[in-house]
């Protein structure tokens, strides 16, 4: 019987095609990566992928293999999941995966009290932009932006993130609307609905800088660079920074949470999710749904 930690590995290579995207993915090194894959192919004495110069190819043996070892992917985490979901009440590790915005601005001031309330629990945050996958065990819990969609997933909607546009108090054009200057995403970003927002917002009026993360974005709104759309939780604290009235549509952005559905029940998987249904709710920045 062959280690199920290097067919771990290789799916990660098959799914990304490269093995230092698959290192990324699966944190550990390149060398990891290489070794767990040839220790696979030592064991089943078969070539499962090509090592081309810039990416990594499935053999047609490869690809069948692929196609196999998913379903053993998603049997080895559905035992996970029911080792999870029978602990001992209160007790074990919860990995969450929410945006970088949620996390470093709002879900890291409440872990003190989350530990306080819940001793045996290890929470494990993630700040993550990207969807993740549930069902692969990438996080337990999910706070998203986006409706999650994927088929194995319990989907609830806690509430909505309201944005405002926001400008130093000293920034220099500030009760002049006609001279501001916007601070907006990289053309990265183009669908991205705060970036579409904004824009219709700013209706040709310059941009004074593209940045890509929200972190920069208000960063550069503290230093004066110009106008930005930041979340209300996030700037109405914000003394360096004043809310401006603007001509356009009100805008807002969904926050939901997932979780898979055999982990719902689990004790511990749910005073995480009672837990982060209470700070939305009591955050005032935050608009509840019913």
Known sequence: MFDWENVRHFLAVARI?????????LKVDHA??????????????????????????????????????????EDAYAIERFVDASR?????????????????????KHLADFRRVHPGVQLSVSGEARQISLSRREADVALRL???EEGTSVVRKLGRMSFDLYA????????????????????????????????????????????????????ATQAGAGVAGLPDFLADTDAKLQRVAYDGEPFSRDIWLAVHRDLRRSPHVRAVMDFLLKIVKEN???????
């Open 146 to 148: 986006v409706r999650p």
């Open 168 to 219: 130093s108090r000293d920034y220099p054009h500030l009760h002049n609307p006609s001279a501001w200057e916007f601070i907006s995403y990289d053309a990265g970003f183009t669908d991205m609905p705060q970036q579409k927002w904004l824009m219709s917002v700013a209706r040709g009026r310059p941009i004074a800088c593209e940045i890509s993360d929200i972190n920069g974005h208000l960063a």
């Open 88 to 108: 001992s009440p209160l007790s074990g590790k919860v990995s969450l995966s929410a945006p970088p915005v949620l996390v470093a601005h709002f879900l890291a």
């Open 32 to 73: 990891t990566v290489s070794r767990r894959l040839s220790a696979l192919e030592d064991e089943i004495k078969t070539r499962l992928i090509e090592r081309l110069p810039r990416a990594c190819k499935l053999t047609l043996i490869g690809q069948r293999v692929f196609e196999l070892a998913q379903g053993m992917e």
């Open 17 to 25: 095609g490269t093995l230092s995207g698959a290192a990324r993915s």
């Open 284 to 290: 005032p920045a935050f608009t509840i749904s019913g």
